[in-house]
DNA sequence: TCTCCCATGTTGCATAGGCAACACATTCCG
DNA sequence: CGGAATGTGTTGCCTATGCAACATGGGAGA
């Protein structure tokens, strides 16, 4: 099935990527909940049965879609990279690159049920990101678990990226790169704050 | 290679949709003049040898694209139907439906080259169409040429045309239509005039 | 309840298309 | 000038995908 020395068949990319592109395009005009492979399948031209030679089903879709969207994003060095602004600068331009995609997945529209496996994905990204960034400012002891920091930072992120997304005319990502920083670093330190003004 | 018995096989049509998709793409942001077949099948992600499976060259696959656009057109009876108006409303909603395609084959970033092909073509089909609608108003042996005739309002047509797709704000199919009527009769009622008025 | 309908999965066989390699022409650059 | 690089066409073999036909299951309506 697949090429084990490296660049997989172009039909299979092809394929993917067609399906994967249908996947997006058949949530914004139906939703997710009532799409059907067939839907999937035809609007991709893409035969049903080569679908189930490359997916269990629709979730499994959504779910490879959006780590093949991870991927591009650490490739570009998206959220590991350089310095923290610099960092989220890059994840927002990324995310403008597929405004479909991040629309389906965060925006208004969104079906109740994809929220939450993106945001838990998001979070385990964040949390690699924010280990690296924030390790020596919160080593304190005393502090909350870096878990709870960790979702909660992400759960906001989520909210903003949602906001940011719904806008007609959206700020750039410079811009709201800034805003984010900004509230992120004020619920850091709030927490922190807290934490070494209680007993 | 075809199947006689009617529908093709999927694999075929989709690979030259992708094909026809790219062409426009390419044209756009690169000018037709320069586009390589490689650039087109790199895009497409089709093979190159499967390009020449479909077609000879770029220009072929430029024609066979008009055609089939073409074909559309006249399965929503676009240019065949009705009343005229009508007719000329229903073409006009046809380009909305290939905003990209008409962009190239007619905008203002349209190449010389791709012009004139287009051009004709269209002459064709405006032939065709005036033939039915204007054959008796010009049956009188004094006129001139049909030919000329269809020559110079497909010429104002297509000029009509890149202008409307031009403007930023497009107005509607119907008002657009409206106007190309009269400045159609205007022409026609013109060349009937200065022919009556001279021996 | 019992159908009818439609979506999901799965399979065997036929084929369009990918890949690699080729010859040839062209442009470009030292 | 000569050679490296790039684009065009073409070919033979291998494989991913299309197609048709199944079985299954769930939902809607008589």
Redo the contacts between chains.
């Keep these: 099935m697949q090429k084990l020395d490296g660049v997989e068949d172009?039909r299979v990319?092809?394929t993917r990527?067609?399906l994967q592109q249908a996947l997006i395009e058949g949530t914004v005009d139906k939703g997710f909940a009532a799409l059907t492979v067939r839907d999937i399948t035809s609007r991709a031209?893409?035969?049903r049965s080569t679908f189930y030679r490359h997916y269990h089903d629709k979730y499994d879709l959504l779910e490879q879609h959006i780590n093949a969207i991870y991927e591009v994003l650490e490739e570009e060095g998206g959220i590991i990279g350089e310095g923290r602004h610099e960092g989220l600068i890059e994840l927002f331009k990324h995310i403008q690159q597929f405004p479909d995609f991040y629309g389906v997945v965060l925006g208004a529209q969104a079906d109740a049920f994809l929220s939450p496996s993106f945001r838990q994905q998001t979070r385990q990204r964040f949390l690699a990101y924010f280990q690296q960034t924030f390790s020596e400012a919160t080593s304190d002891p005393e502090t909350p678990p870096l878990d709870l920091k960790f979702t909660t930072v992400a759960s906001a992120g989520c909210g903003a990226l949602a906001w940011w997304l719904e806008q007609e005319r959206p700020s750039t990502p410079e811009q709201f790169a800034h805003w984010m920083q900004q509230i992120i670093s004020d619920i850091l330190v709030s927490t922190r704050l807290r934490q070494d003004s209680e007993p």
Tied chains: 1, 2.
């Design positions: 172009l990319r092809r990527k067609l031209m893409v035969n």
